[in-house]
């Protein structure tokens, strides 16, 4: 038994000194030390061993156990030591390449225009206010002076969540939101979205983006409007500008006009772009109507003011001489890229 002992542990050294891999040394593990191993089934006979034999060959045996577990053990570092010296050199990294470059976005023209704008109104004294895009009926219409079967509702058709929630068409009831918590003097800008049941085409969306102004103060005349959007236009677009306002209704001014900017593409002679008028709406402009100051609990006896509201996407296309619309929205990089 001593001597088949030792072919185990000789055995064991030769089988543990050419593991290339863990699933080998697990198969060696087995193999001598399992509980069907060589060395488990040695030991269950020595039963039939002397009394005088038993301590001598029971030692000899933990002895070798010790030995090929300590060896199992030094083997299982060193395959790890190797693995991960073969991780690190198959991983390895030149530090001295250049980086993966990784594309980034650029600002998209609506909002670059708007900043720009945002710009030349707080260089004026003006205040940013923003509001709901889901509006109460109330405050997109009736506070505006445009009561329920008005005909001027029909040009603002919009989408309806219910009877008395939609979807707001300007945001003019910033304005109205405004006034109602802060009395004049008032200056305040109001951008965001709006939507409209509009069918699409090269000037038209049923989602835009709009600014509204708003000033009431003690004083204000329809000279006030015309010169601060004179200087809009003008820092906006260059100095050669030219600017016409043309007498025009809406429900919440009066009197109320269309500021038009010459046409970019054929600077008033006429063209497709601007159908053949030589002059591009922009805005919708006027003095605050009293009623709509009286909703707002403003005495319009002592207190007066002017609105104006634009689509900016018009202001873009204006800006950059884009003559369809539709390319702000469709997100081709092509087009995006030029900006």
């Known amino acids: 038994m001593k001597e088949a002992l030792e072919q185990i542990r000789?055995?064991?050294?030769?089988?543990?000194?050419?593991?290339?891999?863990?699933?080998?040394?697990?198969?060696?593990?087995?193999?001598?030390?399992?509980?069907?191993?060589?060395?488990?089934?040695?030991?269950?006979?020595?039963?039939?061993?002397?009394?005088?034999?038993?301590?001598?060959?029971?030692?000899?045996?933990?002895?070798?156990?010790?030995?090929i577990e300590g060896e199992i053990n030094a083997a299982g570092e060193e395959l790890k030591a190797r693995m991960l010296e073969a991780k690190l050199e198959s991983e390895r990294i030149d530090v001295t390449l250049p980086g993966t470059p990784n594309p980034t976005g650029k600002e998209h023209p609506l909002y670059k225009v708007l900043d720009e704008m945002e710009d030349i109104f707080l260089g004026m004294g003006f205040e940013i206010v923003e509001g709901p895009e889901v509006e109460t009926d109330y405050y997109n219409f009736e506070a505006l002076n445009i009561p329920r079967n008005h005909?001027?509702?029909?040009?603002?058709?919009?989408?309806?969540?219910?009877?008395?929630?939609?979807?707001?068409?300007?945001?003019?009831?910033?304005?109205?939101?405004?006034?109602?918590?802060?009395?004049?003097?008032?200056?305040?800008?109001a951008p965001g979205r709006v939507y409209r049941s509009d069918a699409v085409d090269a000037t038209h969306s049923p989602l835009f983006h709009q600014m509204e102004g708003l000033v009431v103060d003690k004083g204000i005349t329809m000279a006030d409007l015309k010169g601060t959007l004179e200087i809009f236009v003008k820092r906006l677009y260059g100095e050669?500008?030219?600017?016409?306002?043309?007498?025009?209704?809406?429900?919440?001014?009066?009197?109320?006009?269309e500021m038009d900017v010459q046409c970019f593409n054929c600077h008033g002679a006429g063209c497709s772009v601007c159908k053949g008028e030589g002059w591009i709406e922009i805005l919708g402009c006027g003095m605050v109507h009293p009623k709509v100051l009286q909703?707002?609990?403003?005495?319009?006896?002592?207190?007066?003011?002017?609105?104006?509201?634009?689509?900016?996407?018009?202001?873009?296309?204006?800006?950059?001489?884009?003559?369809?619309?539709?390319?702000?929205?469709?997100n081709d990089l092509r087009f995006l890229n030029q900006f």
């Open 295 to 330: 909703n707002c609990d403003i005495d319009p006896e002592v207190y007066s003011g002017f609105a104006f509201g634009m689509g900016i996407e018009r202001v873009v296309m204006r800006r950059y001489a884009i003559t369809d619309l539709r390319l702000m929205f469709e």
């Open 240 to 257: 050669d500008s030219v600017v016409r306002f043309r007498p025009h209704h809406f429900p919440f001014t009066e009197p109320s006009a």
């Open 10 to 67: 000789q055995k064991a050294r030769e089988v543990l000194s050419g593991v290339r891999d863990s699933r080998e040394l697990e198969d060696a593990r087995v193999r001598y030390l399992g509980k069907k191993g060589e060395l488990t089934a040695i030991l269950k006979q020595m039963g039939a061993l002397s009394p005088e034999e038993r301590p001598v060959i029971g030692q000899l045996a933990n002895e070798i156990r010790a030995e």
């Open 151 to 189: 005909p001027a509702r029909d040009t603002q058709d919009t989408f309806y969540i219910n009877d008395n929630i939609l979807l707001r068409t300007q945001t003019s009831p910033v304005q109205v939101r405004t006034m109602e918590k802060k009395k004049p003097p008032i200056r305040i800008i």
